[in-house]
């Protein structure tokens, strides 16, 4: 049974860092992509990274490149998401999913994780 549970949201002032983590089940991170989600309210969800452990290549929307960095963990079948120079505007529930992604793309699969908050406010 293919399951994903992210953790490590919060609140966080302007600036500063959370790590996002997506622990998953059921199957090994080189058989899927991984790919972190966000949705705020009223707005559409944004793709916001994925990463191909066994390729090694990675994804970053331009909202978020040179801030937040991917990772995985193959021992501990995690992947991480570092946020660092966090804005109010990255409050959102961020959602890690099995995706389809490239260096330039990413969509969502079909296994999604329940979903954590992120509230950036000072």
């Known amino acids: 049974q293919v399951q994903l549970v992210e953790s490590g949201g919060g609140l966080v002032q302007p600036g500063g860092s959370l790590r996002l983590s997506c622990a998953a089940s059921?199957?090994?991170?080189?058989?899927?992509?991984i790919g972190w989600f966000r949705q705020a309210p009223g707005k559409e969800r944004e793709g916001v990274s994925c990463i191909n452990i066994s390729d090694g290549y990675t994804y970053y929307a331009d909202s978020v490149k040179g801030r937040f960095t991917i990772s995985g963990d193959n021992a501990k079948n995690t992947v991480f998401l570092q946020m660092n120079s966090l804005k109010p505007e990255d409050t959102a529930i961020y959602y890690c999913?099995?995706?389809?992604?490239?260096?330039?793309?990413?969509?969502?699969?079909?296994?999604w994780g329940q979903g954590t908050q992120v509230t950036v406010s000072s």
């Open positions: 999913a099995t995706s389809e992604c490239s260096t330039w793309y990413v969509n969502a699969g079909d296994y």
């Open positions: 059921g199957f090994t991170l080189d058989y899927y992509n």
